[in-house]
C-alpha cells in the first residue's frame, strides 16, 4: 500500500447523468498534488466524494480507497472523516476562542485529557504557522482574526487531527496578496511531510506548491479521462 488516496474511474452523477469524471489518480504519501481544471470542471465536487460528503443527489461510483481500505459510497466512518479533511474555500470559525477553534475537530474525535487535546492543538498552530501571532491570545476570540489568519486558524484545525491526506480548496482565493503569502509558506512548509491535495486557479501557485498535478476536463471538451502530469 503506496498510497493515502487512491480514486479509479471515479465520476460523480445526478440522476444517472456523469456530472464530474471519470478521474484516476494516486495520492503518495508526502506528495502535494495539484486538483486543476476550468471552472466547472469538478474540483470542489472532486474533493467532497473524496470525503464522501456529496450534497444529497449526488452520487459516487468508481473505486475510492484510504489508506488501502475502500470506502463505500455514502459509507464513510467517523474514522475516515479524521484520516482525510477537506478545509473548505471560506474559513468557518466559530463563535468561542481561538483555542476552542483548533480545538473543536480534535475534541470530537480523539478521547484524551484536555491538557493534552490542548498540546496537539498548540502544535497544530506551530505547523500552521500562525503561533507566533496568538500564542499570547489563545482565549480571545476568534472573530478578531484576519482573513488570512482564518485560513491558517482553519488549517490548524485540520492538522490536529493528524489527517493522513489534508485536501484544501481554493485556499487564498479570497485573500490579498500579503494574506495569500502567508498561508502559501504555511502549506509549503507542509511539504514532504504532509499528504495534500489542494484546488488551485492559480497555475503559478501550483507550480509554487506541487510536486504533480491531476487536471480535470470538461465532459463537454470531449476528455475521456482526467490525466496526471
Ligand atoms: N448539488 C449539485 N447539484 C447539481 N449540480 C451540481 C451540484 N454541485 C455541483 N454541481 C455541478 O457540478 C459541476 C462541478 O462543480 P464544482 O463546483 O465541483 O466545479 P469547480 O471545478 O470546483 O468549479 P469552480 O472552479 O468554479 O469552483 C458544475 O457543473 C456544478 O454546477
Redesign the pocket.
Known sequence: MDSVISARDLRVS?GGKT??GPVDFELPHGSTTGLC?P???????VLRALVDLL?T??VRTGELRVLGDPVRNGRAEAALRAKVVLVPQTPVVFGGSILDNALFGIRHVVRAPRQLLRERAELALQEAGLWEEVRDRLDVSAQVLSAGQRQRLCLARALALDPAALLLDEPTSALDERSRDTVEESVAALRGHRTVML?S?DTSQVERLCDRTVH?GHLAEAQPSAALS
Open positions: 445526478i456530472l464530474v481544471g471552472s466547472g470542471a469538478g474540483k470542489s465536487t450534497p443527489g449526488l484546488v486557479h480535470l
